[in-house]
């Protein structure tokens, strides 16, 4: 593997994941050449994150056209639509993956007259620009981001925002990134993320290969640093940002943020302007995805609840804006009221 970080590459003919189910014991990737084993990828978390996931779902779309056997333009059509459903079922709470769906719903809309050759060059042409899109807007919001960290900044974060949940760089973690390379981190608390553990596993692995100084803690733990002074500020990632601000994340972000303004402890969100949905008003309209008992049951092989035992299992949760301080995008930083 190259020293840069990428969840998802092109290589003019297949997708290479790197298996984040494996991480951080196995550094493994793993190609694909059909949009059906990129949904499953997709479902089973092998890429994860939610501007990864819309550049895998992108990929998927470029796959299916290459998949297809049509020999005219309707009949290409016809086979990306199945693509495109098939991967939007995949996961319903990051805007990202059906605002990139869409995206490449449009191109091949636009490609009906062309021949199907041309049609399969600019899908991927399309699916790459929505890969560089990401990184370049990861890199200008995590350098408009670093503006908000002080000076010996002891930083919490949920989950993975980082170079792993995007096409590279990472959006909370890219804030992170920008302003260790500014010298001003003292300190990074990685919240584990129960319960599938993609701050210990990911974060924590991806501040490793970078040098961030970071303690991973349980999730339970936030509480008791913030009451003890030693949280600056929290940045987290989003799935999905309404119109009003109100943003989901990854299930336990919004019990922070309640921490954070009861501690007084400034509570960012970072993420790239293809995470906001405009469409809709407010939080209350965002399908949260309820997740399979066993992630809950078990810690790897490790069972650790009955297997009857019933299990409530949602992967996200919402925070109101008015928990939320600003929110960073490639465009800037957006305080409240938001008028993205
Ligand atoms: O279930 P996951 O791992 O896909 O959830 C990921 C998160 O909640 C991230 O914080 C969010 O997608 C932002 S990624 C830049």
Redesign the pocket.
């Known amino acids: 593997m190259t020293s840069v970080i990428a969840p998802v590459r092109w290589t003019g003919e297949r997708l290479v994941l790197l298996d984040q189910t494996l991480l951080p014991g196995r550094e493994l990737e793993r190609e694909y050449t059909r949009w059906e084993d990129v949904a499953e990828a997709i479902r089973a978390?092998v890429v994860?994150?939610?501007?990864?996931?819309g550049v895998a779902a992108a990929f998927g779309v470029a796959l299916a056209a290459r998949q297809s056997a049509a020999s005219t333009g309707e009949a290409l059509l016809a086979d990306l639509e199945t693509a495109i459903k098939g991967l939007a079922s995949t996961?319903p709470t990051?805007v990202n993956l059906f605002w990139a769906l869409e995206r490449m719903r449009g191109v091949a809309a636009g490609l009906s007259q062309g021949s199907v050759a041309q049609a399969r060059t600019r899908l991927a042409a399309e699916a790459e620009a929505i890969l560089a899109e990401d990184v370049a807007a990861n890199r200008a919001l995590g350098d408009h981001g670093a503006v908000l960290v002080p000076s010996g900044a002891r930083i919490l974060t949920?989950?993975?925002?980082?170079a792993l949940?995007?096409a590279g760089y990472?959006?909370?973690l890219g804030i992170v990134r920008s302003a260790h390379a500014q010298g001003k981190v003292a300190l990074l608390w990685v919240d584990e993320t129960r319960p599938?553990m993609?701050g210990s596993r990911l974060t924590a692995w991806e501040c490793v290969r970078e040098g961030i100084p970071h303690r991973v803690i349980a999730d339970v733990v936030a509480a008791s640093v913030m009451a003890r002074g030693q949280v600056d500020l929290v940045v987290?990632?989003?799935?999905r940002i309404a119109a009003n601000g109100d943003t989901a994340?990854?299930i336990g972000t919004y019990a922070l943020a309640v921490l954070a303004k009861h501690h007084g402890v400034p509570f960012y969100v970072a993420?790239p302007c293809s995470t906001i949905d405009p469409s809709i008003a407010s939080g209350a309209e965002i399908v949260i995805e309820e997740r399979d008992a066993a992630e809950v049951r078990r810690i790897g092989p490790q069972q650790t609840a009955p297997e009857a035992s019933p299990v409530y299992n949602p992967?996200?949760d919402v925070t109101p804006a008015e928990l939320i301080a600003a929110i960073v995008t490639e465009r800037g930083v957006f305080r409240p009221p938001y008028r993205f």
Do not use: E, S, Y
């Not at 949920?158 to 980082?162: F, V």
């Not at 987290?236 to 799935?239: E, F, M, N, S």
């Open positions: 978390l994860r994150g939610a501007p990864a996931i996961r990051a949920h989950c993975n925002a980082g949940a995007t990472g959006t909370a599938v993609q987290t990632g989003a799935d994340n990854k993420a992967a996200f």
